[in-house]
């Protein structure tokens, strides 16, 4: 960088040169069309952002004019830092930005009701727990034959399955909209057995249905990747309202943790209707946990 020169009694001084390259960003969260979830979902992104932000703030407050050539080692230093600093708060940004988009898809706000909540502190110990109990060579088994049910009895995710399973479905889903469909009423045909069964009637007078994983938690815990996540990460992906459904109580407890195509009197259409959607969620979770995998640290 060229400094201001002046000659005096055959010595060439360089004046100070000032530098003002520094990394200040604004922050806030990013934009988004449907209404966000809870911040304390991406709580650990943004406290990435955060800590950045406060180095950031801490390297604009360094003096930052320097003698040249001097001090060109010092200014090079200063400028290799702000780089780091930028690219840093880059990826912090594109992560808080990528949880909260994966939050909103977990969410399903445009088709559901049901709210999607942080995990609360006295589970967090319970999933910690089971987490380090699986071993870091421990591969997931390949899908059961069609009809059968996914397994985790005896396994080393079992643990993890219990915990995860705790009260989940949450309770309160009561008539809460899933997947764009409100709670069926009393007397409806079940879609499930639509030439013999119809909704029934609970002993709180609302219609016998049940919020029904589409993804068993069974399936989702032995998904690739999924005892990697966080706790936090693990809690939401399997409680998420993208993968629930109103199904009759009948439905639900013959479908139990496998595929509806192992439901040999369930309704045929009904049935590859059930298995397509399944498939869809199923590569729609996966993807979901590969993203959050890369946004963890």
Not at 16 to 36: C, D, E, I, Q, R
Not at 66 to 79: E, M, T, W
């Amino acid at each position: 960088m060229p400094g201001l020169r002046h000659r005096s009694g055959g010595l060439v001084r360089v004046l100070a040169a000032v530098v003002t390259f520094a990394v200040v960003l604004a922050f806030g969260p990013p934009a988004a069309a449907a209404p966000s979830p809870p911040a304390s979902l991406c709580a650990s992104q943004t406290a990435a952002l955060h800590a950045v932000r406060q180095r950031v703030t801490a390297h604009n407050a360094k003096p930052h004019v320097f003698q040249v050539p001097r001090q060109s080692g010092a200014l090079a230093a200063y400028n290799a830092d702000a780089a780091k600093l930028k690219a840093e708060q880059a990826a912090a940004i594109a992560n808080l930005k990528t949880c909260i988009a994966v939050m909103g898809e977990l969410a399903d706000s445009a088709n559901t009701s049901l709210e999607l909540e942080p995990l609360p502190s006295d589970l967090r110990a319970k999933i910690i727990a089971a987490k380090a109990r699986i071993p870091a060579s421990w591969t997931p088994p390949p899908p059961p034959s069609v009809g059968k049910n996914w397994t985790v009895k005896g396994t080393p995710v079992e643990p993890l399955w219990e915990a995860l399973r705790y009260r989940n479905p949450p309770p309160g889903v009561g008539n809460a909209t899933l997947r764009g469909d409100p709670r069926p009423v009393v007397g409806a045909p079940d879609p499930a057995y639509p030439r013999s069964k119809v909704f029934g009637t609970n002993a709180d007078g609302d219609s016998k249905a049940s919020p029904d994983h589409i993804v068993p938690l069974a399936q989702i815990v032995n998904m690739p990747g999924f005892t990697r996540l966080s706790p936090d990460s693990m809690y939401v992906v399997t409680r998420s309202p993208v993968n629930f459904q109103w199904l009759s109580d009948s439905a639900n407890k013959s479908k139990q943790s496998r595929s509806v195509a192992g439901m040999a009197k369930a309704d045929p259409k009904w049935k590859d209707e059930q298995v397509a959607l399944a498939d869809e969620v199923s590569e729609q979770l996966q993807a979901i946990i590969d993203r959050l995998l890369k946004i963890q640290g």
